[in-house]
């Protein structure tokens, strides 16, 4: 079964740089998240998007953007890149009228260095 | 929100009883759920529970939601090595308006020794 597909895997970034991290929902998923988990820490909730719009934001540096293009996947744009950027990005994705008990499905993440 | 794990790393023996608990605070009646993460992996749903007293089961791992005492501890009878992962305690309240956004505990590092 298709699964979420992230990319890329690895990025390595100097500091004051600019990143995109890729999201490719599972088909016909309407709700796309993105999170950021840190070393040792739990996934932190960034934003997410249902039907292309902006649903919930969370704790998403103003340094960040995303959104979500027409065929529903979603890109995280990073500027100004810090050494706290340093994480690893995960973007889960749920068909919102079926999810509602809230359970998400998980990409692999992009693993970000900020050197 | 929010949800409270035990501290890890959690290292057994194969063939031991695993128990991680998972304590939560939150508004309303939240859903419950235990995530897995295996190395280089994303994390993957491994049991959930909707309301209380209800008992999450999947892999022989199981989960009772209890209002009571605000807790979903995770217990398996007998781990494997293939079991070595970190594991995800996460509660999603109902939304008013916009998506259920998860919240996560800190994870706790299972290592599980042959």
């Known amino acids: 079964a298709a699964g979420v597909i992230q990319s890329p895997r690895h990025l390595i970034k100097e500091k004051r740089e600019t990143a995109t991290l890729k999201c490719y929902p599972i088909p016909r998923h309407d709700t796309v998240y993105w999170y950021q988990q840190g070393p040792g820490q739990d996934p932190q909730f960034l934003i997410s998007?249902?039907?292309?719009?902006?649903?919930d934001k969370g704790s998403i540096p103003d340094r960040f953007s995303a959104q979500q293009f027409s065929d529903y996947h979603s890109e995280l744009n990073m500027s100004s890149l810090e050494l706290g950027d340093s994480a690893l990005y995960f973007c889960?994705?749920?068909?919102?009228?079926?999810?509602?008990?809230?359970?998400?499905?998980f990409g692999e993440g992009s693993r970000l260095t900020v050197l | 929100n929010s949800v409270t794990q035990m501290e890890g790393p959690v290292t057994l023996s194969e063939e031991a009883f695993l128990t991680i608990n998972c304590t939560y605070t939150?508004?309303?009646?939240?859903?419950l759920f235990w995530y897995v993460q295996y190395p280089g992996e994303g994390l993957q749903l491994l049991l959930k529970?909707?309301?209380?007293?209800d008992k999450g089961s999947n892999k022989g791992f199981e989960a009772t939601y209890r209002k009571e005492t605000t807790s979903f501890h995770l217990e398996k009878g007998s781990v494997q090595v293939s079991d070595s992962a970190v594991y995800f305690c996460a509660l999603s309240d109902p939304p008013i308006g916009g998506s259920y956004i998860p919240t996560f505990g800190r994870g706790t590092s299972l290592i599980v020794h042959p």
């Open positions: 998007f249902y039907e292309k719009m902006q649903s």
């Open positions: 939150a508004t309303g009646y939240p859903s």
């Open positions: 529970a909707t309301k209380a007293d």
């Open positions: 889960a994705s749920s068909l919102r009228r079926t999810t509602n008990t809230g359970e998400l499905f």
